[in-house]
């Protein structure tokens, strides 16, 4: 005899009261989630099918179980899973099974199969299709960029287009991760245009404090900030006046 662990998914969540219930009816090691939501137990068997089966004998009525699923991959790297279905579904499957010459069980696992490689493939050509609708069907080096290095937005995904106009009116900043690490920043223009003036003025004050020549545009920008400022506080004294 082997020990199998199977997982027990409920259609709800299941009490203290019933969990301990189980545990008498079952009479297996057992352990829930902290939802109550989903249940583990040890059953001792000579197969996985064997203990998938034990489970539903013991415990089919002690719990409202929805589906049945080993913890762990077999030797062939596949999980397994049990399903209840109602006489009229066996009498289909049993039905279609005879008719493709396999056993009901084979049949079943072949159809599985086959949905979870088309659910895969159409996975894929949705991405495929984004990146298609994103860079016009184009490598990397052939993204259709201006010669001002711009893109149209209109050419985006509509998901990528809505984030794009959100960060632009927001003024929040979308950091972007690959693999946990952040590689990029998606920040409105005019975010950027207030980083650079920011900037500027940075490096225009570090040339007038160690006498190097200063260019036109620092000049431009900090004479702007400066008369920002002196608005700022005559609105400022104007407003204590008047109140």
Known sequence: MSLHAIEIIL????SGVELQSAKRAGGMPMASSSD???IVVLVSAKSVNQAIKKVW??????LPIDVLCTLFPGPDGMLRMSIPFTPEDRRRIR???RATGKSAEDFL??????ALARDRSDESARRDCVLNLLFHRCTFGQVPLSSSGTLPISVLPSGLSDLVRR???????VRLVDDGRPVAV????????DLEDELAIAECRMRKADGTPRIPHDEAVEEAAVKDGEEGEGNETAGSTGV
């Open 167 to 173: 960060v632009s009116v927001s003024g929040d900043r």
């Open 11 to 14: 259609t709800r969540t299941v």
């Open 109 to 114: 696992s072949d159809a599985v199969s086959e």
């Open 95 to 97: 039905t279609l099974a």
């Open 36 to 38: 109550g939501k989903r």
């Open 186 to 193: 998606l920040i409105g223009e005019q975010t950027l245009a």
């Open 57 to 62: 004998r013991r415990l089919e009525e002690a």
